[in-house]
């Protein structure tokens, strides 16, 4: 195979919102045009099921995740657009990669440690207390999504970097003892896509409670950008935009030439009522349209679900006869 595969999973819980677009989506979309690369993006449902044991919670999201990508333009004729849980081969590569994994290297993910601290702290009598099997083995999970399509470059954020360190720790124990068979994956991080300051100023996170949900309402988006914290500059004062919330939103999303103006504003000094309600219409202007198809999509959960059935078809033109082969490697073949 000559064409370098990216592939990246979206666990569907909760909303997106405009931290995860800048961060994350938009930067997926604009790499899935790269000829030289073909990219594979899933929606990562049983990873979601590790956290969410509510099945209509567990659905919606996987169908707003799956609307948010396509109305922002995901060309799913040029990627591999595709559900985990419709690819059998993946649980059954996990199982595959549960007999080679080491268990004392599970045992130093950082997500299981956290979640035993946690039960120390409370001085809980069973330090494993409401941790489920699927927290413990979610890497070699993540293994499987990777290794079945021989991925090399895998764009996460820097705390899925030791996943990845895991992911290519099982595939060298397997490939040391079978053969070659798995490609290493290496982490892609960015440190040049933005990070977006929330409500508060403090990171744009969901667990912080403090985001623009991507898609929200026409009002609900200017009562959110009102929130906005500001410091108590009088209106006519000049202002610094590097350290201002709303210039950093403005930046994601404007071209250099409205920023170096909006910039010069700054220093001539700008009131934040007026800044305000200049981020909402320039805000509400750039997500009308992707807004507008993101309502009709979730109108038509049936076109969605075309959309990723095609991709289940193309993602198993890879894991299928992969599949086959591993499985041969390792012993599992007919005896007629
Ligand atoms: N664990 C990733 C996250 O929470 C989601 C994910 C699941 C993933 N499988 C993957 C990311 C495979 C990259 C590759 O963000």
């Not at 922002?72 to 549960?98: A, K, M, N, S």
């Not at 004392?104 to 950082?110: P, V």
């Not at 330090?127 to 993540?142: E, H, S, T, W």
Request: charged residues 25%; neutral net charge; contains cysteine.
């Amino acid at each position: 195979m000559s064409q370098k595969i990216i592939l990246t999973g979206i666990t569907t819980t909760g909303t997106p919102h405009i931290g995860n677009y800048v961060g994350a989506i938009r930067p997926a979309i604009d790499a899935s045009g790269n000829p030289e690369a073909l990219s594979f993006y899933f929606l990562a449902d049983y990873h979601a099921l590790v956290k969410c044991h509510d099945p209509g919670l567990l659905r919606q999201s996987t169908l707003e995740v799956a609307a948010t990508w396509l109305a922002l333009g995901l060309d799913t004729d040029t990627c591999v657009f595709y559900r985990q849980t419709d690819i059998p081969e993946i649980p059954e590569l996990t199982w595959i990669l549960t007999c080679i994994a080491a268990k004392g290297l599970l045992n130093r993910a950082h997500a299981y440690k956290a979640a035993v601290q946690e039960n120390e702290a409370i001085k809980a009598k069973d330090p494993d207390k409401g941790i489920n099997m699927g927290l413990f083995c979610y890497p070699i999970l993540m293994a499987a999504d990777i290794l079945m399509f021989k991925a090399s470059r895998v764009p996460v954020g820097k705390d899925q970097i030791q996943h990845l360190e895991m992911a290519r720790d099982i595939a060298a124990r397997f490939n040391h003892h079978y053969g070659p068979t798995f490609v290493l994956p290496e982490a892609v991080t960015d440190d040049k896509t933005a990070i977006l300051q929330g409500l508060d100023g403090r990171k744009m996170s969901k667990s912080y409670n403090n985001t623009i949900p991507l898609f929200t309402p026409e009002k609900k988006l200017r009562k959110l950008i009102m929130k906005i914290k500001t410091n108590s500059q009088p209106p006519e004062e000049p202002k610094d935009p590097e350290t201002c919330t709303l210039f950093q939103i403005f930046q994601a999303f404007a071209d250099p030439a409205e920023t170096h103006a909006l910039r010069q504003r700054y220093r001539n000094g700008i009131a934040w009522g007026e800044m305000k309600q200049y981020l909402f219409e320039y805000l509400n202007d750039h997500l009308r349209k992707p807004r507008e198809r993101y309502a009709e999509l979730l109108e038509h959960p049936d076109h969605i679900e075309k959309i990723l059935q095609e991709g289940a078809r193309k993602a198993r033109d890879y894991s299928q006869p992969f599949l086959s082969q591993i499985r041969r490697t390792i012993g599992i073949a007919s005896l007629g």
